[in-house]
């Protein structure tokens, strides 16, 4: 239940608000305002909660007929029923209301009954609107583009139809971090970017179909033209300020059985939506058969994460780093892997991407640094000065204003000195979070974390991240070399440059993924500090990891 509707009583008179006040007050709550630029300020704020306005036309700074025209061009308040107050049956005026939307009049003589009439009747119309439109953007809900989709389909013309999901990733992150209301602008502003790049389609239909889901059905020559489509939706919906970095997921169904029910049409296309999402390059997805199944195993994922979670199914495993001056272990990387009841074995690569999609990552990654912890404690209490261990820390947490506080937290409750304990941002999550990443690493910094900027050189602007971010290990994937040509290759060029120019800056280089003597002799040539590889060791479990180290110090 969300209350008494609530009622704008627009009236420069005092003693006229107070008299609408009484009169309605025990049915309806009633905001007020003195003149239209008020109104339109409680609006913008209020415009979910409002059912009715009941408008003064005479009125000092902004009058009735400049509200009623500011307030038609804004289709989110077409819902929002207004009545006028009036003394005067001047017909001019009568018409140009009526012209301007608005929906009926009261005479100023205050008779309580026929007040609470109209107001009641206005009401209740207006719900018969209200059940077409979406309340937050003002345009179509899904049952109405539904229905609208249905009839187009219907309709005998001979277009070619395709079905567009638009949804905006990572919004409950967003929503959690920024907001409601921030969340509600955002989806306002795509909504908007929905009807302006749709203006002049009279053959297409779209509506708001979830929470942060869009659709659209249009007919369509070329692919490409849907593409275009899309693009231009998505360049208006971002041109606005904001502080965070806004993705739209677009999936694309080509309708070819015009027979098909609309909802299983919109699964499909939601279904390409979704294969895009969480991928850092591509966010248009046309439908394919294998999608479907591979949206199947991610619900698996989800389904039984938080009870994996729960019983423990998630094992973290240590694989060694080496330091290539005497092949010694230096350290090790927590890799989370995990175990089904079955004994069978998920690849992170399969969960990690779920998890960082749907928030449950942040969890996940607790959770490993909970054991890593655990494990730097028992040696330490052992007697033991165990070689850092370093934690892989997710994009997602750079949008979580909790996780500096969680971290520091939990490296003070096993009261574990800094050094013992690094961190591993990967590199593509800089471009995408900005300033916030920056700030994180010099928060961290400040705090005395180690911080290996991971996979560097996969993302599209690691100079920039260089030269902007003051990390202290420099990680670099063996993929980034061709393999099998090393010497002399662009790559080893490259690389050897990079390896100068870290150390130039003061940083440690260490090189991930390495398999093969070849390449162990060809980094060591090029003055690389440390690797870490399956030529030297697998990932393996923490105990194994133990008895490894045992032995060296
Ligand atoms: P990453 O952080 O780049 O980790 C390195 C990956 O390379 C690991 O894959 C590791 O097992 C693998 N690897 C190590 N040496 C070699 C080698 O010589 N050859 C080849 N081909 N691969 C090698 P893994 O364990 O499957 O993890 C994949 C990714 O999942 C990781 O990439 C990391 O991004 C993510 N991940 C793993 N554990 C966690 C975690 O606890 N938290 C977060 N946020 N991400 C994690
Ligand atoms: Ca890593
Ligand atoms: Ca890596």
């Known amino acids: 239940m969300r209350g008494k509707h609530k009622i704008l009583v627009v009236d420069d008179s005092r003693m006229n608000r107070m008299t609408f006040t009484d009169i309605l007050q025990d049915s309806y709550e009633i905001l007020e305002a003195e003149n239209g630029e008020i109104a339109l300020r409680v609006l913008e704020k209020q415009k979910d909660y409002i059912a ?13 007929f400049q509200f009623l025209k500011e307030f038609k061009q804004k289709d989110v308040y077409g819902n929002i029923p207004v009545i006028v107050a009036t003394t005067s049956t001047d017909i001019e005026n009568e018409c140009r209301c009526l012209e301007l939307g608005v929906w009926d009049f009261i005479p100023k003589v205050f008779h309580p009954r026929i007040i609470r009439f109209r107001v009641f009747n206005a009401i209740d119309k ?8 979406d309340s937050l953007t003002g345009i179509y809900n899904q049952q109405k583009f539904f229905q609208r989709t249905r009839e187009l389909l219907d309709s005998d013309n001979r277009k070619t139809y395709a079905f567009i999901h638009l949804s905006v990733e990572r919004f409950m992150q967003m929503s959690s971090l920024y907001g409601p209301a921030e969340a509600s602008r955002l989806l306002c502003a795509l909504a908007d970017a929905i009807r302006t ?10 509506g708001r179909v979830g929470n942060e889901e869009f659709g659209i059905c249009m007919p369509y020559e070329h692919r490409a033209d849907l593409l275009d489509i899309i693009r231009i939706i998505k360049k208006m919906a971002k041109d606005q300020p904001m502080d965070y970095y806004l993705e739209i997921a677009a999936g694309i169904y080509l309708i070819e059985d015009r027979g098909m029910e609309v909802p299983v049409i919109y699964d499909k296309a939601s279904v390409a ?10 966010h248009e997805a046309f439908y394919t058969q294998e999608m479907d199944e591979r949206l199947a195993r991610e619900q698996r994922i989800i389904n039984e994460m938080h009870q994996a979670l729960e019983e423990e199914q998630f ?53 490993v640094w909970e054991r890593v912890c655990r494990f730097i404690r028992e040696e330490i209490d052992a007697g033991r000065d165990p070689a850092p261990i370093s934690v892989n820390i997710s994009r997602v947490n750079l949008y979580n204003p909790k996780f500096y506080e969680t971290l520091v937290n939990l490296v003070s409750e096993y009261k574990i000195p800094l050094r013992y304990l690094h961190l591993e941002l990967t590199e593509s999550a800089f471009s995408d979070s900005g300033n916030m990443m920056m700030d994180a690493v010099e928060f961290l910094h400040h705090a005395g974390f180690t911080i290996l900027m991971d ?6 602007s690691s100079l920039n991240t260089l030269k902007d971010i003051d990390m202290d ?11 099998g040509q090393q010497e002399n290759s662009r790559s080893g060029i490259i690389l050897e440059a990079v390896i100068s120019m870290a150390h130039s800056l003061g940083m440690l280089v260490i090189t991930e993924g390495v398999e093969e003597r070849g390449q162990v002799d060809f980094l060591k040539s090029l003055g690389c500090d440390y690797i870490q590889g399956y030529y030297f060791a697998r990932p393996m479990p923490m105990e194994e990891y133990r008895e490894l180290i045992r032995g060296e110090y």
């Open 455 to 460: 996979d560097f050189g996969s993302g599209y």
């Open 126 to 133: 207006s719900k018969i609107k209200v059940l077409e439109y």
């Open 473 to 483: 290990v420099l990680k670099i994937d063996m993929k980034f070399l061709t393999r």
């Open 315 to 367: 094992v973290v495993y240590f694989q060694p780093k080496y330091e290539l001056d005497h092949f010694t272990p230096c350290g090790a990387e927590a890799l989370v892997r995990w175990k089904q009841p079955d004994g069978s074995m998920i690849s992170p690569g399969e969960f990690i991407p779920v998890f960082e999609k749907n928030g449950f990552i942040i969890q996940l990654d607790y959770y």
């Open 52 to 64: 009715l306005i009941i408008l003064d036309l005479m009125m000092p700074v902004m009058d009735g």
């Open 197 to 206: 790049g749709m203006k002049g389609w009279d053959q297409a239909a779209y």
């Open 273 to 282: 939506g979704r294969s895009g999402a969480g991928n850092y390059m591509e």
